[in-house]
């Protein structure tokens, strides 16, 4: 198993400019999210989804936009890039209410 | 708003001592407890998690339950300059999708 898997690793971004982060998952998790985490803090949620077609709003979700097709994929659109969107991105899944998350290895966003 | 607390530290210890991180939840109805270690760069992983009121061990370290006061602590015996890192503590709410995040204590062992 890959666990959860980011694309890119890293990207520099020019103000304006839009870019997917890519998430996929192969351990057949319905619930996945995206975090955003700054340098020095903690993690806050921009959007999750509890299954195939249905996402919902985190705590950060303005200037984000996100799907769920698959129970596999979990897209993060960031349309109309700004400085203030420059930080790392988490995608995470798990099984179920209880249970552990899982990490995706990150994406460092620069946007300049 | 369901809220987990912890110190930012950071929580300095030298090598061979027990590291002892806390952390305080608000939503009584929390059923699970997890505890993970976030190295710099890194994304986070599970090091412990704990269900049941009391301790559970694992290696060099312990999770410690009470729901009546609504703590949950990590232990790490004879700390290593490897475990420095932040320890993030995270609360799964019975009726939530949503598993609640603390803000992370950074531990730093020292030789």
């Known amino acids: 198993n890959a666990g959860v898997t980011q694309t890119p690793k890293f990207r520099i971004l020019k103000i304006g400019q839009s870019m997917t982060l890519q998430c996929a998952q192969d351990m057949n998790h319905n619930y996945m999210y995206w975090y955003r985490q700054d340098p020095g803090m903690g993690l806050k949620l921009i959007y999750y989804s509890v299954g195939a077609g249905i996402t919902d709003k985190g705590e950060v979700p303005n200037g984000y936009n996100v799907s769920r097709s698959t129970t596999e994929d979990f897209p993060l659109r960031l349309e109309l890039a700004a400085p203030s969107q420059t930080s790392v991105y988490f995608c995470a899944s798990r099984e179920n209410r209880n249970t552990e998350a899982f990490f995706g290895q990150g994406t460092r966003l620069t946007v300049v | 708003q369901k809220e987990v607390e912890q110190n930012s530290g950071p929580l300095s210890v030298p090598e061979g001592a027990i590291a002892s991180l806390n952390c305080t939840y608000s939503?009584?109805?929390?059923?699970?407890f997890f505890w993970y270690r976030q190295y710099s760069g890194k994304s986070p992983e599970l090091i412990m998690f704990?269900?049941?009121?009391g301790d559970k061990e694992d290696g060099r370290f312990t999770a410690q339950l009470n729901k009546a006061s609504q703590y949950v602590s990590l232990l790490i015996r004879d700390s290593q300059p490897s475990d420095s890192a932040t320890y993030l503590c995270?609360?799964?709410?019975?009726?939530?999708?949503?598993?609640?995040f603390g803000r992370g204590t950074s531990l730093i062992v020292h030789p």
């Open positions: 995270a609360v799964n709410s019975g009726g939530s999708y949503i598993p609640t």
């Open positions: 939503d009584r109805g929390s059923q699970s």
């Open positions: 704990i269900y049941s009121n």
